[in-house]
């Protein structure tokens, strides 16, 4: 008798813990809508606005669209073939922003004045302050 009431109550305990789990995962395949990639309407990343600030690609940006973003409210630049958004950090530089606004939106202006201000060894720095937007297409 005791056995069966122990068999009983652990197939009680089995079925609840079954159902509240199914209650709990709607979706058999656990894609989660609120996710990019779980939302079949989602915008996939090579569609996104790079235009707009704020907004992010993990594409290629050509240098047209790198010189686009050269305002200190939407300032990209691209060092060692990487383009970064700074514009959050600006606000946060220790030194003077205005130098760093000047540079929004160059490449090869940035690197130099990058190097020749930190040295050739500070991009693990760079890209702990700055968001990675993408690769840079140079041509």
Not at 20 to 32: K, S, T
Not at 127 to 136: H, L, P, Y
């Amino acid at each position: 008798m005791k056995y069966i009431l122990i068999i009983l109550i652990l197939g009680i305990s089995l079925v609840t813990g079954c159902n509240q789990i199914e209650e709990q995962n709607d979706d058999p395949w656990g894609l989660d809508p609120d996710h990019p990639f779980g939302d079949p309407n989602a915008t996939p990343p090579e569609e996104i606005d790079t235009t707009t600030p704020g907004t992010t690609t993990l594409a290629t940006i050509s240098r047209i669209e790198l010189n686009s973003h050269n305002q200190e409210t939407d300032c990209w630049i691209a060092y060692y073939g990487k383009v970064y958004d700074l514009t959050n950090y600006l606000d946060l530089h220790p030194h003077v922003k205005q130098p760093l606004v000047d540079l929004c939106g160059t490449a090869e202006e940035f690197e130099e004045n990058y190097i020749d201000e930190h040295g050739d060894s500070r991009e693990e720095e760079l890209s702990q302050v700055a968001e990675f937007i993408g690769t840079f297409n140079s041509i």
